[in-house]
């Protein structure tokens, strides 16, 4: 037996550690993931390396913008002369061509206007004849004016003779030099009045007279309020913001609807400053529509930058100069035209968001304005309307 006052040894109170085996499949695993994110890292670097390089030194110069929409010409179809809406023949969503009738208002007070004014022009027409034929009065009148004088100039010599030797007597001789006055004072009065009545129809006919000129404008103006009874599409597009109804009363300036035209759509993209640098008049860009998705690329130029940055035209625009500043890239409206043909194959509406990017490779152009447009002229109604002056010559001709 063990004393127990003697001390035990270390080797004999430790407890034996148990013999661990090291597996050679687990030692390996921490070296292949290392390698494996090494490779991962590698494959990343040449990966970012190549992009770098065909970003910087090969691809093409371009600036995109997603802040850029649909932008066009809304039309506004207004009343031009007061009436009542007898008709509506176009609702929002539909598409009119140019001259299809939009609105028939009440005719019946432009109609008797019309007739007031044809019965103006002929009552014109029948006076200048009578001034004509004054004319011809007054001429004679002049002839038979003359005659009354040498009748009563030969009449005064006569008794002036007589009365020499005694056979008149001097109240006579009075009375026949009275007679010379009166009949001098008519031939005046006979030659004034012809001047006056010359005056009227000088150098003109019936057809140019300015009496019958100021009736002919008066018929085209009654005419011009008769058609304007009738509004029709003065370009082809998509009916929109119809606020008329039938049966309402309407004066002279109310909108009554707008005409969109889709095939005359351009893209407003608003560029950052940062970007105006490369920007050309004339250069290529690609339009990408929210609405078609990448599938349907449209194809474009730049035709013009704004002459300032949204916040130079806005309402209230912004006091710097005020207060504290924090500086702010200001965006500036560059605006893209569009190929009519493809627009026709997939339309826009205006408003829509777009994705622009615009090819700078090509810096020629100038930086800012565009050519002169193409007139852009719709229909609308004419004063000198074929019908209405065929029916001015037969007032004309029927009053002759």
Known sequence: MTDPRTPATPEAEAPQAPVRTI????????????????LLGLVVLIGVAIWAVFHFLFAKPEEETDDAYVAGDVV????????????????????VRAGQPLIDLDPATADVGLSSAEAELARAVRSTRADFSRVTQSDAQVVQARAELARATDDYRRRRGAAVEGAVSGEELS??????????????????QGRQTQAT?????????PAVLAAIAAYRRAAITRGHMHVAAPIT???A????????????????MAVVP??????????????????????PATVVADTYGDDVVYHGRVIGVGAGSGNAFALLPAQNASGNWIKIVQRVPVRIALDARELAANPLRVGLSVKATVDTADARGARLGSPAAAAYRGQSTDARDPAVEAQIRRIVAANR
């Open 201 to 209: 129809v000088q150098g003109t006919d019936v057809g140019s007279n």
């Open 241 to 256: 913001q119809r606020t008329v109804q039938l049966g309402q009363q309407v004066a002279a300036g109310t909108p009554l």
């Open 76 to 95: 506004a179809i207004t009343a031009r002369d007061p009436g009542t809406v007898l008709a509506i023949h176009a609702d929002n969503t539909q598409t």
């Open 175 to 192: 009375h026949a030099a009275d007679q010379v006055k009166v009949a001098r004072a008519n031939l005046q009065l006979a030659i004034a």
């Open 23 to 38: 597996d050679p499949a687990a030692a390996g695993r921490p070296r292949t993931r290392k390698r494996l994110l090494t």
């Open 262 to 283: 889709l095939d005359r759509v351009w893209v407003d993209a608003n560029f950052r400053e940062t970007q105006l640098k490369g920007l050309r008049i004339g250069q």
């Open 237 to 239: 597009g998509v009916v």
